[in-house]
């Protein structure tokens, strides 16, 4: 698993190789990402946007970005967890992917960014 605490934020985060497929013509591999939002501030928290960059070892990278997680944008209480699931698909066996949340402190409407940490995408042969 793969920690990484901003502003008292604390982003966890483990990925699983769901097989291939065949996508347009080619050949994808599906991956799963975990993660979960644990809330240590003292502040309730609203998860407002989200920013990733995908990196995949045979093509460009990719930015994803938009509001909220999965359709959510979950308020968090000081102490609650956010937990959710979700993926992509690279072409090649390998890659990476890293990026933020915008938060929004409910109480003062102050925005800030919650880092997730580069996490590793690796298929069930490359990770042994």
Known sequence: ???????GVKIS??????GA???DHK?????????TIKNNSQETIQL????WKIYDALNKT?????????GQSPVLLPNDEYSYSSGCLLQSGIGAMNGYYTMCNTTSL????VYVPTFQLATTLLSN
């Not at 990719?62 to 999965?70: L, M, P, R």
């Open 1 to 7: 698993m793969i920690e990484k605490i901003t502003k």
């Open 13 to 18: 985060v483990k990925t699983k190789f769901n």
């Open 21 to 23: 497929t065949y996508r």
């Open 27 to 35: 050949l994808h591999y599906v991956f799963a990402y975990f993660i």
């Open 48 to 51: 407002t946007h989200r920013f």
């Open 62 to 70: 990719e930015v994803v970005s938009g509001e909220g997680v999965v």
């Open 110 to 113: 102050a925005q800030f960014k």
